[in-house]
């Protein structure tokens, strides 16, 4: 697996869907979802042209980000957040990209606002309704937009998703499609403190379909990095 020729494949990939969209390819970032990967394989990507890296689990995330991991890169968090670890990660990421309550919205909003930062945020949205799966349901959207227009600490820059993993490419469509219309009524909305620039869905599987409903930021591990070790 070389990791270079990995994300040169990707960007050609990206820039293809890119300009089958009619949109520049330059307008998508490609987050490298990090997970399980080490320092030096990480670094390999940054020098490869990765300008961003996103990771899943906050210990993890400090451990690397002290060993110089992602040293080059804006770093991101991605995967589900507890709220007895909120405090240790505002301020250290660039994004969070997984709020998804009112309560985490209030716990970032109070630890930005002792460090006097402001933490950009995304809003995880459950588009597929599953039971299990982490994110607000497409109705109570508007709810925790009101409540993070109201938390001065806090910035929104707009939603992410991740749809049904067994979902068929097909149905990902409809779920990348009723996202990216989401987005757009949101946008149009015009909350304070709330811009919707960003729209991060699409992984490895699916990042072309993603970016042809609409995306604009992608989240890829595998492809870049090869399959991960099962756990
Ligand atoms: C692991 C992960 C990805 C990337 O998954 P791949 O299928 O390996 O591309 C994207 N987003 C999130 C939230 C992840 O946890």
């Known amino acids: ?18 300009e089958m969209a009619g949109r520049k390819a330059s307008d998508i970032t490609l987050v490298a979802a990090t997970k399980t990967n080490g320092a030096d394989r990480i670094l390999e990507a940054i020098r490869a042209g990765i300008t961003d890296c996103g990771e899943n689990r ?7 980000k002290r060993q110089g991991a992602y040293d080059g890169a ?16 505002v301020g250290e990421v660039s994004l969070i ?33 599953e039971a299990a ?5 497409p109705e109570e959207l508007e709810e925790i937009l009101d409540f993070c227009a109201a938390e001065p600490s806090i910035r929104v820059l707009g939603l992410m998703t991740i749809p049904p993993k067994d979902a068929e490419k097909c149905e990902n469509r409809y779920f990348f499609g009723q996202m990216h219309k989401l987005f757009v009524d949101t946008k149009a909305k015009k909350y304070d403190n709330i811009s919707m ?7 490895s599987a699916d990042y ?8 604009n930021m992608i989240r890829l591990g595998s492809a870049i990095f090869g399959p991960r070790p099962v756990v």
């Open 208 to 215: 072309r379909e993603a970016i042809l409903s609409g995306s």
């Open 74 to 89: 804006r770093l991101h968090f991605i995967g589900h957040l507890q709220r007895n670890k909120v405090k240790q990660i």
């Open 197 to 203: 620039e960003i729209l991060s869905m699409g992984m």
């Open 97 to 129: 990209q997984s709020v998804d309550s009112r309560e985490l919205v209030s716990l970032i909003g109070a630890r930005a606002k002792t460090l006097g930062i402001i933490q950009d945020v995304l809003i995880e949205v459950n588009i597929g309704g």
């Open 58 to 64: 906050v210990q993890e995330l400090l451990e690397k």
């Open 133 to 137: 799966k982490s994110g607000v349901k």
């Open 1 to 18: 697996m070389d990791i270079a020729e990995n994300i040169r494949k990707i960007q050609n990939e990206i820039y293809e869907a890119a």
